[in-house]
């Protein structure tokens, strides 16, 4: 990456001709991110939730009163400039998969048939020993892994041609998969190459996904649970072939709110003794994570973010012995429209006993889909920025960010809005914001600096 003298991206390659949009996975989440782009692009809807679109930045000192519009700050590609395509087992177009998922208001819906008819699947790499509940009949077949990820990498060539598109993102929009902790294939680039070429079964159609995007220099974003951007053969490629990663998996619903409630509890030193987490979701999603093997892998993700929140080894009396349950069941009436339940036990002042109940009842791809768009265009940017390998500034969007190997990953979503926007003012060249504050009150430099 280039560096100016002072601070900043001495020059970020502009954001001309058509992006290419492409999600492993045309269901629920990927339709109502299409059909929400094109319902921007129409003028008749307003792209709230996304905070590329709507989302402002402080520049300067507070007393400056300056504030950018984000994409007037960095230079992102216009909604105008993407293109939209994806694979999926089954063969229906964005359309027609969009009624299926019932997630958007059918007048709308009808409105955008005609682009939406546009976009059909490709067909996908997929492996039931990997996602039980789904099977479908627009699928892949290769001499082995190896040859799979070719042909990906191949649609990836084709449909950039294809549609005339100067560069692409990729960004997991497919099932959860099976629980698959990395193991030797996973170590290295060689042994991956070689699992490959022997159909190692450890090796999965998101990995093959990755690995394809990757090796087409397409920056790749993992929207899911499942283990790809975080394997060390993955990072390895990334730094190979100059392309940034980010994941993992979408921060909506529940987790989003734990991201603001654990920080609130911990920085006010208030103790938690539990906190269970139960759903219930009826769509796609959620017969998938009706298998215990998918299911193991959302639990992950989700279980995480509290113990690195809290930090039990660093506040032993607060946080040492938190009884922390997570579930999700399958509720074919629900839908889309997921609701979240989270009772959490704390206790405060000489050891005294409070409740906190949440009860939110929230549309799981209606949240999904603004993330999609913004991690598209951010990952864009960093590829167009010269960025390459892990992009922590992103994790603000994901459940369980990565971060360089011997660092803990930052879950407070407070603080990770702070790097997000110090990591576009260090795009856009400028002062970066530590939030002191001591110059307003009469300090001097030298007492500033000690």
Known sequence: MEMSSKTGVSKIAPAEGRLAVLTPGMGAVATTFFAGVEAIRKGVAKPIGSYTQMGQIRLGKRTENRHRAVGDLVPLAALEQLVFGGWDVFPENAYESARHARVLDQALLESLKEPLSRITPMPAVFDREFVRRLDGPNRKRGRNKRDLAEQLRQDIRDFKLEHSCARAVMVWCASTEVYTPPGEVHRSLKAFEQGLLENDPTISPSQIYTYAALRERVPYANGSPNVSVEMPCMQELSREMATPISGSDFKTGQTLLKTVIAPGLRNRQLGVAGWYSTNILGNRDGEVLDDPGSFKSKE?????????????????????????????NYYPPRGDNKEGWDNIDIFGWLGYPMQIKVNFLCRDSILAAPIVLDLALFMDLAGRAGMRGIQEWLSFYFKAPLAQPGLR???????????LENTLRFFAREELINHLGLTYYGVDEAAEVA
């Open 300 to 328: 992950v993700s989700k279980s995480g973010v509290l113990g690195d929140i809290l930090s039990g080894d660093r506040y032993p009396d607060l946080y040492s012995d938190i009884h922390h349950v997570v579930r999700i």
């Open 409 to 419: 990953p930052e879950h407070d979503l407070s603080v990770q809005l702070l790097k």
